[in-house]
């Protein structure tokens, strides 16, 4: 199955993953809010793709875990951190080259995907924005995948914390053998790296550790979304996945 049950771990969240495709249509499609088709209508090309079928994601993702019908579920407007319906859901979203995610969970989360083989210049990057301990370890090792996790697990964690880049990639320092330190001491925090369909896709989440792969979060892959963006429940591709690694994000000292 695509993932083990989440019925063990109330803080386990679940990844929504599917393949974006090269699909228009002429208009929003009617499941969509007033906010989410006037955003629609300024979007042209892979941008607004791209938003059809993360907001078609967002809908299977919460039908498929709350049991109401694709329809009824609803994201706030903006940018889509909480449910309208079902009550209670955080959610994150991340989309790259094609791919497209969902995270879901009753606590604050955020999710980062990047194509596995990307090569940006991350030594400039490195340089400029990481932590003197992070540059150490990342120069040493040479390898543009470590980076790679490095830059998704600060990516996903600026989310989950609800902060902008500017002035905050510090705030988590990523060390040797991936130690993660957060600067948020009152909250528990997890995080989990994967390598699915030839990305990244990392989440960092407020939970619990239990140990093992109940805490791992659950991941389902599911078809791509039809020509029209029709809501039919989409199947599902049969597969698990185990992380990369998966932390406890200890407090900074």
Not at 23 to 52: C, I, K, N, S, Y
Not at 149 to 159: G, P, Q, Y
Not at 220 to 228: G, Y
């Amino acid at each position: 199955m695509a993932g083990p049950s989440n019925d063990s771990n109330p803080d386990r969240p679940s990844i929504w993953l599917c393949h974006q495709i090269n699909r228009d249509v002429p208009e929003a499609p009617a499941w969509m809010t007033d906010f989410e088709a006037e955003t629609l209508a300024q979007l042209a090309g892979t941008r607004r793709q791209e938003f059809l079928t993360s907001r078609w994601l967002l809908r299977q993702s919460l039908a498929q875990t709350s049991g109401l019908a694709p329809e009824h579920c609803l994201p706030v407007d903006g940018r889509p951190k909480r449910t309208v319906n079902p009550e209670g859901q955080y959610l994150s979203l991340s989309h790259s080259q094609g791919l497209c995610a969902v995270a879901t969970n009753t606590s604050q989360l955020g999710i980062d995907i990047e194509p596995s083989q990307r090569k940006p210049d991350w030594v400039a990057v490195a340089r400029r924005w990481f932590s003197p301990i992070e540059q150490e370890w990342l120069f040493r090792a040479d390898d543009p995948f470590n980076f790679l996790k490095v830059w998704t697990l600060k990516e996903a964690w600026l989310k989950a914390t609800d902060r902008g880049i500017a002035g905050n990639l510090q705030t988590l320092e990523v060390r040797n053998q991936f130690e993660l330190y957060g600067d948020q001491p009152d909250q528990t925090w997890l995080a989990s790296c994967f390598y699915v369909e030839g990305f990244l896709v990392t989440l960092v989440y407020r939970g619990r550790d239990q140990g093992g792969p109940g805490s791992w979060p659950g991941i389902t892959l599911l078809e791509p979304p039809p020509d029209d963006y029709n809501l039919s429940l989409a199947g599902t591709q049969e597969a698990s996945w185990e992380p990369i690694f998966h932390r406890v994000i200890r407090s900074k000292r």
